[in-house]
């Protein structure tokens, strides 16, 4: 993941902060531990959340205990209106592409997509995207998901022939229903697992969808958005 920019404009700021017990990697969201003196934490294990998330490490700290080691200094961007932009990964695993529907049963109507070989019972209000066919780069919002069909009240603006292809992701923009599960090592967003429900801190603003391998989610923190929609209801 990497910051491409601030709400507010400007040049983000940043701020060192001593690591806590594990090695993070750059480009990865680093959280502030419940524990006094711990240090930041990187996150080992997908589906845990990220609610004391402090900000996105621009470089690699390894912890030491032996007296005259270096600095395990972690770089942190703390802005709270980043725009965290990240690779969507089809699994748990960072660099892992995002799950390709292929049709294996046509529809005229462009309601439903059907591939026997998958399972998609998930993407209820997830995103539906063309990468082959005749409806490549529309883009749909499933409304219900059963065994290998995702169906659509919204149709593609054609229908789908054996062989077609799409991407499909378990999140939508400005879906908060939805926090993005972020991968193990918290570089990149697993779009097609069931999302997580555990304050991963983060919620998804725009998509630049294009193959399984270089599709990308655009988000900023969960708290601001929710005192956005706040504002606009008349809540003060």
Not at 91 to 119: C, E, F, P, Q, Y
Request: with cysteine; charged share 10%.
């Amino acid at each position: 993941m990497i910051v491409s920019g601030l709400m507010s404009g400007g040049a983000p700021v940043i701020q060192s902060y001593q690591i806590g017990a594990v090695t993070n990697v750059a480009g990865e969201a680093l959280y502030a531990s419940a524990t006094a003196g711990a240090g930041l934490l990187t996150r080992i294990t997908e589906g845990t959340g990220l609610a004391n998330y402090v900000g996105m490490a621009t470089n690699v700290a390894t912890p030491s205990t032996t007296q005259g080691s270096a600095e395990s200094l972690a770089r942190v961007i703390v802005n709270g209106d980043a725009l965290i932009r990240s690779r969507m990964a089809g699994s748990a695993t960072s660099g892992s592409d995002v799950g390709l529907l292929t049709i294996t049963t046509a529809d005229s109507s462009g309601l439903t997509l059907v591939d026997s070989a998958l399972t998609i019972t998930s993407h209820i209000d997830g995103y539906f995207w063309g990468i082959s066919g005749a409806n490549v780069g529309q883009v749909r919002i499933c409304t219900s998901a059963a065994s290998s069909t995702a169906t659509f009240t919204q149709p593609f603006d054609n229908g789908t022939v054996v062989g077609d292809t799409f991407g499909y992701s378990t999140i939508q923009p400005a879906g908060v229903i939805n926090e993005p599960l972020l991968t193990t090592d918290a570089t990149e967003v697993d779009v097609t697992t069931t999302q997580d429900e555990s304050s991963s801190s983060f919620v998804p603003m725009a998509f630049d969808l294009n193959g399984v391998a270089d599709s990308y989610v655009l988000m900023g923190l969960l708290i601001l958005y929710m005192l956005a929609t706040a504002l606009t209801k008349g809540i003060k």
